[in-house]
């Protein structure tokens, strides 16, 4: 079983829509979580942590269910510039990604 | 301040050389990491340099792939006898610690091409 799992999409919405991804882990002691962007052919870059209370960022709101062992990435008011793959990222020890999902924004 | 730099960006090399990766953390990061990505595929974990304990090699695929970290700064990814299975983006990435809220920052990578 991978560490990190996440449905690799795409999920294709029109602008202006609300998205949602989430992601599980398999390590229940597993320390902190983070949300990573990638855009085609770049190299991934921190979108933001995810913090047991649950956090956001303008249109962006992560949130982190610790019982479920799950993490999931609200995105609102979709723009075309938000397409690209969405990294799950844990920590316990070091850091494991998860595939990601992909999203195309569309006008 | 300057984020982590990789050279080359790209290499092509025939099948069956030895290659070099070259990764420049950030300064006074203690941690280093390592990842491969094939085309279109989620990053693959290869290893791990902490301060100045022993490195997480669990993720070499082969023992024609090893890494080390001189002086706790700069890092070099030495692939042997290169396979054309070598191919993909090697990125490495650098955090202040290993701590529980430290970020990883990534480079831009090194796009390999095994010929």
């Known amino acids: 079983r991978k560490e990190v799992e996440q449905d690799p999409g795409p999920f294709n919405v029109p602008e202006g829509a609300t998205v949602a991804f989430n992601c599980t882990y398999s390590?229940?002691?597993?320390?902190?979580f983070f949300w990573y962007r990638q855009d085609c052919r770049k190299e991934p870059k921190l979108l933001m942590s995810v913090y047991s209370s649950g956090n956001e960022d303008g249109r962006f709101t992560a949130q982190l269910n610790r019982a479920s062992q799950y993490i999931s990435l609200l995105i609102r008011d979709s723009k075309l510039s938000d397409s690209a793959t969405y990294l799950c990222v844990v920590n316990f020890n070091k850091f494991y990604f998860g595939s990601g999902t992909k999203l195309n924004v569309k006008p | 301040g300057a984020g982590v730099s990789q050279s080359p960006s790209n290499k092509v090399t025939e099948k069956g050389k030895d290659v070099e990766l070259r990764c420049d953390p950030i300064?006074?990061?203690?941690?280093l990491y390592w990842y491969r990505q094939s085309l279109g595929q989620g990053l693959e974990f290869l290893i791990y340099f902490q301060g100045n304990s022993a490195p997480d090699k669990s993720g070499l695929p082969s023992d024609r792939f090893s890494a080390e970290r001189t002086g706790g700064s700069v890092s070099t990814l030495t692939i042997q006898r290169t396979q054309q299975e070598d191919s993909a983006v090697y990125l490495c990435a650098s955090s202040l610690s290993s701590g529980d809220t430290d970020t990883q920052y990534f480079g831009p990578g090194t796009r390999l091409t095994v010929l």
């Open positions: 300064s006074g990061h203690t941690a």
């Open positions: 390590n229940s002691a597993s320390q902190s």
